[in-house]
């Protein structure tokens, strides 16, 4: 068995701006100011209430709600309406055919919700790569490791055949307590040297560097 868990926005889809526009119309819901972009990527991996209670810390319990509702509501209507761009980094179609290819299998623990993985991952076409799928919507927040417990769980394999792959320090995290191998990728929100001091054993500044890290 082996098994590579996939974290998704920042890993393996560019949600970047998806994700700030929806946080920005959700504040603006809420009656709150917007919080800069810079400390909004800096959120991403995390369930969405504990993501606007980082960014809005001395707002009031209502209004966090507000804004977990809104960003809700502005995220499902721009994909209903065909504004939502979630592009595939590239090379990661090839490399998730490829692992698969050679037996690997493969699954997502994502912040996102389960309807907003399941329209991801089927608007590329990749749904069907995936064993195991899970969210915020049953689990804690990252880095508690209760996603990967149940990822494991449901592939049937041990903690020493897994790796967690992730662009987050709460990825990282996640990982360390779940005791599984964790393996960060440069191209998504935090730096190289914080995946490296949370937990990561090594960092992919490439797919063809990831693709190394998980064959070896």
Known sequence: MKLAIFDCDGTLVDGQAAVCEAMEAAFAEAGLPAPPRTSIRRIVGLSLPQAVRALAPDAQPDQQAAAVAAYKTAFRSAREDGRLEEPLFDGLRELLNGLHADGWTLAVATGKSDRGLGACLAGH???????????????????????????????????????????????????RAAQVRAIGVSWGYHSIDELLEAGAEAVAGTIAELKELLDG
């Open 125 to 175: 076409g990749i749904a069907d790569l995936f064993t195991s799928l899970q969210t915020a919507d049953r689990h804690p927040s990252k880095p508690d490791p209760a996603m990967l417990e149940a990822a494991l769980f449901e592939s049937g394999a041990q903690a020493e055949e897994a790796v967690m792959i992730g662009d987050t320090t709460f990825d990282m995290a996640m990982a």
